[in-house]
């Protein structure tokens, strides 16, 4: 939408005329403008220096073109850091974060060169997050989301999670619907699909799936022509995630990166219960570490594999927080203190209570 742009000579004049002051101001004040995917205006770089070039004569081809979009990349700053702070403040998850901080030095050098007219493939941001129950994959799918809107890369950021149900029609030709509409909804965000392997059909008994093809079919159209404005984060148990990605040949090309989420260890399980408490009112007396210490430990040998789930932090919590309320109802009266204060005795679990922690 561009309104009496100054061109030839005068355009030349101008340029020579301002000086010393930021590219954009010539830019706008040259009378090119153009308007972003917000509708916000924004200086039209590329038109400005292809009518500066054909003023000078210089202008041979417009071989640049393709590689030069001349959009000024709006960081929003706020949303930005409160979504790191979100990501520093998860317990653990050293690789994790450090993975996402790469990224995001990848997606601001890959403005700065499109900026610049630098070549540019345009990678793929999908992403596949293995790992256990409860360790965090949501958490950070939904951070991630926050973090492309924030750089500009995402129009919207929301976040849209959805399983096999939510995908898969009851007909053929019902998944096609269903499936579509889910990812229209997400487009603008994040498509987070939990448990992703259950939309294939080397999932389970072996069968053919027609229905699950059908989904990953329209949701593998979706990632690509999309790619700029959505990203898919399929998450699962690990050696699962890899059948999934095997059994469609166009899978495993569509996903750039891939985030391991180890089990939590019993001191980062420690550490989860101690923060969860403290983020809905409550603190741990000193006298409730050696049971809490012993609770962990047992419950990480029953759950072998799978023991790392920050989950089961919560449930406890729970489970303390009913057993306190019933120990401060025998009393006359409780102080604020009392009712903040979750005591060993809080945390004698039953049999049944731990084994399902
Ligand atoms: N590093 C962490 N620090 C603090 N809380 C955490 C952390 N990781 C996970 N949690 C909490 O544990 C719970 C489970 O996390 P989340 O849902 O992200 O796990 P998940 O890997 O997606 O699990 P699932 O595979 O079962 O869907 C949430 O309440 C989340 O807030
Ligand atoms: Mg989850």
Not at 111 to 127: A, C, I, K, P, V
Not at 189 to 194: A, S
Request: aromatic letters at 8%; proline letters at 3%.
């Amino acid at each position: 939408m561009q309104q009496s742009c100054l061109v030839g000579q005068e355009l030349i004049n101008k340029f020579i005329e301002f000086g010393k002051t930021s590219k954009a101001n010539i830019v706008r004040s040259c009378g090119y403008i153009k308007y972003d995917r917000y509708g916000n205006a924004v200086p039209d770089f590329t038109t400005f220096y292809n009518n500066l070039l054909t003023a000078n004569g210089l202008l041979i081809s417009n071989q640049n073109e393709s590689n030069t979009d001349g959009t000024e990349y709006v960081i929003a700053q706020p949303l930005l850091e409160q979504s790191l702070n979100e990501l520093e403040n998860l317990i653990g998850l050293s690789s994790i974060k450090k993975e996402v901080h790469e990224i995001i030095s990848l997606t601001k050098i890959i403005q700065e060169r499109r900026f610049h007219g630098l070549s540019n493939d345009s990678n793929s941001r999908h992403m596949v997050f293995q790992g256990p129950p409860g360790t965090g994959k949501t958490t950070v799918a939904r951070i991630i989301g926050k973090l492309y809107k924030s750089l500009s890369v995402l129009s919207k950021g929301h976040f849209v999670e959805v399983d096999r149900n939510k995908l898969i029609g009851r007909y053929i030709g019902q998944t096609t619907h269903k499936t579509y509409k889910l990812l229209e909804r997400a487009s603008g965000g994040v498509l987070f699909i939990d448990e992703a392997y259950s939309l294939s059909k080397s999932w389970g008994d072996n069968q053919s799936d027609p229905y699950g093809e059908e989904a990953i079919e329209i949701l593998l159209k979706f990632m690509e022509d999309f790619r700029d404005d959505l990203i898919v984060i399929v998450a699962g148990y690990p050696n699962l995630m890899e059948s999934f990605l095997k059994s469609n040949p166009g899978l495993k090309s569509r996903f750039s990166t891939y985030i391991s989420f180890p089990n939590y260890t019993e001191d980062e399980l420690l550490k989860i219960l101690i923060k969860k408490a403290f983020q809905s009112g409550y603190i741990l007396s000193k006298d409730s570490k050696p049971i809490i210490d012993q609770i962990i430990k047992i419950h990480m040998a029953n759950k072998k594999e799978n023991n790392g789930n920050a989950r089961s932090m919560r449930n406890l919590l729970d489970l303390a927080i009913k057993k306190q309320a019933f120990r401060l109802m025998q009393k006359v009266s409780r102080s604020k203190e009392e009712l903040m204060r979750l005591t060993s005795q809080d945390f004698h679990l039953s049999e049944i209570e731990l084994t399902n922690l």
